[in-house]
C-alpha cells in the first residue's frame, strides 16, 4: 500500500467518520425505539394498526435502501406540497437530515422484525405473571416484556446496529460526505481504489468493532440461564 | 494482450453519450466509436467488459481487460496508477444556474469566482471537476453526486444554486421541461486552461509499464485524431468537436 | 361478614371440550376454600378465569361488589362486559401460579419488589422492607440475591407464594402452593395462610394434600370433570360425600380417616 | 407516456434485460442465502457451546465480516483470488469457461461469506434462548446428540431464529447488488444502467424496488407460513 | 441380588457452598428408596449427579458395574474419569424432573416416542404401542394428540413419567413424580412403581409425601443441608430418627403417627 496515499486520505476519511458516526447514532437513538413501537404494532390485536405496521415493514424490509433514500431525497423533493411546506422541507431538504430519515425508517423495519419474534417467543407465563399482578401493560411492558425479549433479541440487534453503520454510506449517494462520500471522491482522484478503500473498510470496522465488542458486553451481563 | 487478436475493453455503461451498455450488452456512444476505431487500426476485435466505475481499475489490474475507455480524464495523480494514452479529447465545461440567478450573466472565471462564493454548486463524483471547484472557486459550497441525472433532479429542486459538467450533458438537460427555467453561463472552460486539476483531456487508461502497448495505441490515436475520425465521432455524438490534436 | 367473591355460572371450553361447566359459589371476607378434584378437573382453569388470565366462555365474577360478566354474542365470541375492572381485579387478587413463573431475569428480592414499586408505588427501599418481611415468612430471606435458576423447586414455589404474599391481596388465588415442599414448610406455610385470615385476607387454593386443606380452609369445593360437585364444610365433606364421585376420590385419598 | 414506457421496455429490451438480472439476482441470493446458511449452522454451534479457540476464530469471524462493507468483502474475493485462479485455469486450459464462470462462483461464495456471519449471530441467539431443561431431558433420555440437535434443539431454535433468518435473506437478496462489481448484471446493476442511459433513474429504481419487493412477498409468504408451524405447542398469542 | 447403583463420596458445590457433602449409597436390583429431606437439601441435585446432568465436585458413581468418577485437578477443576460411559448410564437410567421438561413442540406421543425411537432403535408403529401402553398406564393414553400447553399440571407429570416408563430403564430417577397429582393418581403412581420393581428396575425418588414413600420404598434416605443423616428401612427410620434433624422432620411431617 503506498504511504503517500494513506497519509493523503486519512485526514479527509475521518472528517467524514465523524458524519457516519453522527448518521448511526441517530439511526439507533430514534430507530431502535421506533422498531419496537412497530413490532409492537405488528403483534396488536388491532387488525388494521397490525396492517399498516406489516405494510410498512415489507416495503422498508423488500425494497433496496438505495431506492428508499433516493425516493425520499429526489422523489419526495418534486411533490411541490413537500417542498413548501417548511417543517417537511427541513426534514428531507438536507441530505443529512434525509439519510437520517431514511436510516431510521429502514433499520426501524428491521428492528420490527427483530422484537416482533423476540416478543412472540416469551414464556407466556412470565407475561401472566406480571399481569396477575395487577401491573399496567406499560409496566408489563417495561418490567418484564422488554427486558426479556431483549436479551433475545441482542445477538440479532447487533447485527442490526452494524449494518446501520454501513447502510449509512448511502448517505454519500445524496450528497451527504461521510466516510465513503469521501472515499469516492478521493478515489476518483487518485485510483488507488484499493488502498482507499481498505482504509475506508478499517474505518467501519473499527466503528462496527466498537459497537459489536460494546453490545457483546451488554449481552454478557444480561444473560442468565434459562 | 491476454489473447492474441482481442482487445478487451473496460468500460462503465450507465454515461449517456460516452458509453451505453444496450440491453443485450452492445455497447454504444462516444467512447465506443473510439475504442471501435483503436481496434480497427489495430486489426484486432473489440470486446467489451461493463463494469462499475469503481471496479474498473482493479477490474484491468487484475486482468479482466486490458484497458480502459471510459472518459477518463488524464491527472498526474491518477498517473501514479495507471497509464494512459495520449489524450484524445476533451469536453468543454460549463456552470449552469437558474435563468433569475446572479450568476447568470457572468463573463468570467474570475467573476464566478467571486459570485458564487457562500453558494452551492454541485458536480458527479468520478470526474475532475470536485477539484477544479475547490481549486479554484475557493468559497463555493460543493456538493458531489453519483450520477448526471441526480445532479441535475437537485439543480431542478433548488437544492444547488448552480452544476458544473461537461458540455454534453448541458446540451440535453436545457432542452428538457425542468432545464427551462436554467440557463448556461457562458464561459467555457477547457481543460486546458487548468491541467493541474483538471488534466490534459481524455485518455485510454492501461495498465502500467506495458510500453508496447502504449505505443500501438498512441499511434492508433494518434491517427484517428488526423485523419478526422475522432472528429467525425465527436460530431455525431456531441455536435461539436471535442478533439485535441496529436502532438507527436 | 362482607362477600368478597361471587362466582356465578363460570364457563370455559377449549375449542370443544368444557373444562368448567357452570360453577357457582360464593367467598366471604376471612374464607379459607380449598378446591380439591383430580388431575385435569379444571382447578387452575378455574382460578385463572377468576383473574381472567383465562377469558370464561361465559359467566359471572363478582369481586368486591363489582362485576364483570361474560356472554356470548351471536357469532359465538365471548364478550367481556365491565372489562375496564379487569386491572383493578387483578391489582387485589394475588395468584400463586402452579409452576411458579419467577421472572428469570431478577433476583429473588427483584421478584417480589418489582409488583409492590410498580403496582403499590411504594418507594423502592420500602418495596424492599415489606418485601425481605414476606420472604422471611416462608424462611427464604436469606436467598435474597438469587436469581430463580439457583433456586431448589420448594425455594422457588416460596419465593414465588412470597411474590403474592408481599402485595397483601384481599383474595388470594394459590394454585397448590406446597407441592413442592416438604412436610415441615407446608405446616409453615399453613401457619402463612392462618395469619392472613384472620387478618381478613380471604384465600382460594388448590390443594392436592387432603390434610392440609382439611387443616386450612373453611369450607372444600370439590370439583369433577369441570362440575362442581360439592361445596361443604370440610368436616361434612369428608364424613357425608355428596356424589359417587366424591366418594371415590376420598376413599383413595384418606383410608385411614374413612 | 404510456407508448415511451413501451418502446423503452420492449422495443429497446429493458423489460428482458431486468427481468435477467432479476433472476440473477435471485440465483445467487438464494445459493448464496443457503450455502451461508449451511456453514453458519455448525459454526453457530460451536460458538454456542464455547467450544475454545474455535468459538473465539468464529467470533471474530463473525465481527470482522459483520464490521466491513460487503463491497470490501467482495474486492477482496474477486480481486485476491482472480490471479491465480486464472494461472491455475490457463495452465489447465480451462481460461474460457473459468472466465465466464467464475464471478458467478465469487459471487456467490461472498453473499455466503456475509450472509454467513449473520445467520451465526442469530442462530446463536436462538440456540442460547432455548430452555436448558428441555435439552436435559433429552439427555437424560440418552438421545444421541445428533438427534438431541436436530429433532430438539434445531426445531426450538428455528422458532425463535426464524424473524432473523427472514431479515437476513431479506439483506442478502438486496446484498446481491454488491457482486455487480465483479461484472454480474444483476438486477440493482441493470437498473443503474438503463437509468444512466435512458435518463429516467425513477422508473427504472421503482422498478427494481417493485420486483425485489416481489420476491420478498413471496419469501415473505414462505416466511410466514413456517412461523405457524413452527408455532404449533406454543398456544397462539 | 445384584448390585445396580453405588454412590460413593459424592461431593458439589455451587461456587463456594456445598450442596452435597460426601454422600455414599448403593442400591440394589429391584428396591426402591426415598430420598426425603427438607426443601432445599440436595435432593434433586443428587438425582442429577447421578446421571451426570451435574458434574459433581467429586466422587464416584458406579452403575451396573461401571464406574465413573471425578476428583479434583490441582487447579480446583472437575475432572472426569471414564466420561465415555456418560451415553451408557443415561441411557439405562430414567430421569423425571421436578418440573418435567416435556418438549413444547412434540405431541404428548411424540414426546414419549422419541427416544423409544432413537435410543432404543423402535420402528415407529412399535414405538407408539409402546408409548402407548406407557401413557396408558397413567392415564393419559386419551391426550395422545395434545401438546403440553393444552395439559394440566398433572398431565403434563405424569406425561413425563410415562416418558422415562416407556424406555424400560435399569435405575429410574423420579424426582417428586407424584407432586402435582391428586391422591388418587398417587396411589396408580405407586402401583406402577411396585410393579416396576418387582420386574426388576430400581428406582430411587425424591418425595415429600412419607405416607407415599413409606408405602412404596424399601429404603429410606434422610438428607440434611448436603450429608446423608439416615439410610434406614422405612420402619426403622420413623420409628427411630437417628439425628435430631430426622426427629424434627418427621414429627411436623406425621404427627399422628409420632
Ligand atoms: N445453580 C445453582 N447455584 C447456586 N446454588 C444452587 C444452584 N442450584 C441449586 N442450588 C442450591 O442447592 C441447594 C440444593 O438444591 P436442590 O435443588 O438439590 O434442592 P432439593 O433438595 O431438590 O429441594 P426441593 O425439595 O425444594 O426441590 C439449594 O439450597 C439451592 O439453593
Ligand atoms: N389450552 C388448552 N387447550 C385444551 N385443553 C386444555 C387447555 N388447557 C387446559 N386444558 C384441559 O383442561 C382441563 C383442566 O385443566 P386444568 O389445568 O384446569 O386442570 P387442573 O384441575 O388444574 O389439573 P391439575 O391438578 O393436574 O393441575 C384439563 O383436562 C386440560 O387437559
Ligand atoms: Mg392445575
Ligand atoms: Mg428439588
Not at chain 1, 448518521?23 to 419496537?36: D, N, S, W
Not at chain 4, 467450544?51 to 468483502?73: C, E, F
Request: positive net charge; proline residues 3%.
Amino acid at each position: 500500500m503506498n504511504l503517500d496515499i494513506v497519509t493523503y486520505a486519512i485526514p479527509f476519511l475521518l472528517v467524514g467518520a465523524k458524519t457516519t458516526l453522527l448518521i448511526a447514532l441517530f439511526g439507533i437513538v430514534f430507530g431502535f425505539p421506533f422498531g419496537i413501537v412497530v413490532g409492537l404494532g405488528r403483534g396488536s390485536k388491532n387488525r388494521v394498526l397490525r396492517n399498516i405496521c406489516d405494510t410498512y415493514c415489507a416495503i422498508f424490509r423488500g425494497t433496496p435502501m438505495l431506492v428508499q433514500i433516493f425516493v425520499i431525497y429526489y422523489g419526495l423533493a418534486q411533490v411541490g406540497f413537500i417542498r413548501h411546506n417548511p417543517v417537511l422541507w427541513w426534514l428531507i431538504g438536507d441530505g443529512l437530515n434525509a439519510a437520517i430519515l431514511a436510516v431510521v425508517l429502514n433499520t426501524g423495519a428491521y428492528t420490527a422484525e427483530i422484537f416482533r419474534t423476540a416478543f412472540l417467543s416469551l414464556p407466556k407465563g412470565l407475561i401472566e405473571a406480571a399481569e396477575a399482578c395487577g401491573m399496567s401493560p406499560w409496566h408489563v411492558f417495561t418490567r418484564v416484556k422488554f427486558p426479556l425479549a431483549l436479551r433475545q433479541a441482542l445477538p440479532a440487534y447487533s447485527s442490526e446496529a452494524a449494518i446501520i453503520v454501513k447502510e449509512s454510506s448511502l448517505a454519500s449517494t445524496i450528497t451527504v460526505l461521510e466516510i465513503t462520500g469521501y472515499a469516492k471522491r478521493l478515489m476518483s482522484e487518485t485510483f488507488a481504489i484499493m488502498d482507499i478503500f481498505i482504509i475506508t473498510a478499517a474505518l467501519y470496522l473499527a466503528i462496527n468493532v466498537v459497537a459489536l465488542t460494546a453490545l457483546k458486553l451488554l449481552e454478557r451481563r444480561l444473560s442468565f440461564v434459562r | 494482450s491476454a489473447k492474441d487478436g482481442v482487445l478487451r475493453i473496460g468500460t462503465e455503461g450507465d454515461a449517456p453519450k460516452f458509453s451505453m451498455a444496450d440491453p443485450s450488452g452492445n455497447v454504444t456512444g462516444f467512447d465506443a466509436d473510439i475504442a471501435n476505431g483503436i481496434c480497427a487500426e489495430l486489426k484486432v476485435k473489440c470486446e467489451f467488459v461493463v463494469q462499475t466505475f469503481s471496479s474498473l481499475v482493479p477490474s484491468m489490474d487484475s486482468d479482466r481487460f486490458d484497458v480502459i475507455i471510459s472518459g477518463l480524464g488524464i491527472t498526474a495523480e491518477r498517473q501514479k496508477k495507471i497509464d494512459y494514452s495520449i489524450p484524445y479529447a476533451t469536453t468543454p465545461l460549463y456552470f449552469v444556474a437558474a435563468k433569475d440567478s446572479p450568476l447568470a450573466g457572468l463573463k468570467s472565471v474570475d467573476e464566478i469566482e467571486k459570485a458564487i462564493a457562500g453558494k452551492t454548486v454541485g458536480v458527479v463524483t468520478g470526474t475532475t471537476y470536485a477539484r477544479f471547484i475547490e481549486k479554484q472557486m475557493k468559497g463555493a459550497d460543493l456538493k458531489t453526486y453519483d450520477a448526471v441525472t441526480q445532479l441535475t433532479a437537485d439543480l431542478a429542486n433548488g437544492r444547488i444554486d448552480a452544476a458544473f459538467e461537461g458540455s454534453p450533458t448541458w446540451v440535453d438537460f436545457l432542452a428538457t421541461p425542468d432545464g427551462a427555467n436554467f440557463t448556461k453561463i457562458d464561459v467555457k472552460i477547457m481543460a486546458m486552461d487548468a491541467p493541474d486539476v483538471l488534466g490534459h483531456g481524455m485518455g485510454v487508461g492501461m495498465r502500467k509499464g506495458n510500453t508496447e502497448l502504449k505505443a500501438k495505441l498512441d499511434a492508433a490515436l494518434c491517427k484517428m485524431v488526423d485523419d478526422g475520425k475522432v472528429k467525425e465521432a465527436s460530431m455525431q455524438w456531441f455536435q461539436d468537436d471535442y478533439t485535441i490534436s496529436c502532438k507527436k | 361478614m362482607n362477600e368478597v367473591l361471587k362466582v356465578h355460572e363460570l364457563t370455559k371450553a377449549f375449542g370443544s371440550t368444557n373444562v368448567l361447566d357452570g360453577i357457582s359459589f360464593r367467598m366471604k371476607e376471612g374464607e379459607v376454600i380449598s378446591l380439591i378434584g383430580s388431575s385435569g378437573c379444571g382447578k387452575s382453569t378455574a382460578l385463572r378465569c377468576i383473574n381472567f388470565l383465562e377469558t370464561p366462555t361465559s359467566g359471572q365474577i363478582e369481586f368486591m361488589g363489582q362485576a364483570i360478566s361474560v356472554s356470548c354474542n351471536k357469532r359465538g365470541e365471548s364478550e367481556i362486559v365491565n372489562a375496564s375492572y379487569i386491572r383493578a381485579f387483578r391489582q387485589r387478587i394475588g395468584m400463586v401460579f402452579q409452576n411458579f413463573n419467577l421472572w428469570p431475569h431478577r433476583t429473588v428480592l427483584g421478584n417480589v419488589t418489582e409488583s409492590l414499586v410498580y403496582v403499590l408505588k411504594m418507594s423502592r427501599k420500602q418495596a424492599e422492607e415489606v418485601a425481605l418481611s414476606a420472604l422471611s415468612k416462608v424462611g427464604m430471606a436469606s436467598f435474597r440475591d438469587r436469581y430463580p435458576h439457583q433456586l431448589s423447586g420448594g425455594q422457588q414455589q416460596r419465593v414465588a407464594f412470597a411474590r403474592v404474599l408481599a402485595m397483601r391481596p384481599k383474595l388470594m388465588l394459590c394454585d397448590e402452593p406446597t407441592s413442592a415442599l416438604d412436610p415441615e414448610l407446608v405446616g409453615e406455610v399453613l401457619k402463612v395462610i392462618r395469619t392472613l385470615a384472620e387478618e381478613g385476607a380471604t384465600i382460594l387454593l388448590v390443594t392436592h394434600e387432603m390434610r392440609f386443606a382439611r387443616d386450612v380452609s373453611n369450607r372444600m369445593i370439590f370439583l369433577q370433570e369441570g362440575r362442581l360437585e360439592q361445596d361443604d364444610t370440610p368436616e361434612e365433606l369428608l364424613r357425608n360425600p355428596a356424589t359417587e364421585g366424591v366418594k371415590r376420590f376420598l376413599s383413595s385419598v384418606m383410608p385411614a380417616s374413612a | 407516456m404510456l407508448a415511451d414506457f413501451w418502446i423503452l421496455m420492449v422495443e429497446r429490451g429493458w423489460a428482458l434485460a431486468l427481468l435477467r438480472g432479476g433472476a440473477v439476482t435471485i440465483a445467487i441470493g438464494l445459493l448464496g442465502m443457503l450455502l451461508g446458511f449451511v456453514v453458519a449452522t455448525p459454526l453457530a454451534v460451536l460458538r454456542w457451546q464455547k467450544v475454545a479457540v474455535v468459538s473465539q476464530l468464529v467470533d471474530a469471524y463473525s465481527i470482522v465480516v459483520r464490521g466491513v462493507p460487503g463491497l470490501l468483502v467482495i474486492y477482496l474475493l474477486f480481486f485476491g483470488s482472480v490471479d491465480m485462479v486464472k494461472t491455475v485455469a490457463t495452465t489447465f486450459g480451462y481460461q474460457d469457461s473459468v472466465d465466464n464462470a467464475y464471478p458467478y462462483i465469487v459471487g456467490v461464495i461472498a453473499i455466503a461469506v456475509i450472509s454467513c456471519a449473520y445467520s451465526i449471530e442469530v442462530i446463536r441467539g436462538a440456540l442460547q434462548a432455548v430452555p436448558y431443561g428441555l435439552l436435559e431431558a433429552a439427555k437424560s433420555l440418552a438421545l444421541p446428540t445428533r438427534i438431541t440437535f436436530s429433532r430438539i434443539t434445531f426445531p426450538l431454535a428455528l422458532r425463535l431464529a426464524l424473524g432473523g433468518i427472514n431479515n437476513v435473506w431479506q439483506m442478502t437478496i438486496k446484498d446481491t447488488s454488491l457482486i455487480s462489481v465483479v461484472g454480474l448484471q444483476e438486477l440493482m446493476r441493470t437498473a443503474a444502467i438503463a437509468a444512466g442511459i435512458t435518463r429516467s433513474p425513477f422508473l427504472f429504481y421503482c422498478i427494481a424496488a417493485a420486483l425485489f419487493f416481489g420476491m420478498t412477498a413471496v419469501s415473505q409468504t414462505l416466511f410466514s407460513r413456517a412461523e405457524r408451524a413452527l408455532n404449533r405447542g406454543f398456544g397462539g398469542r
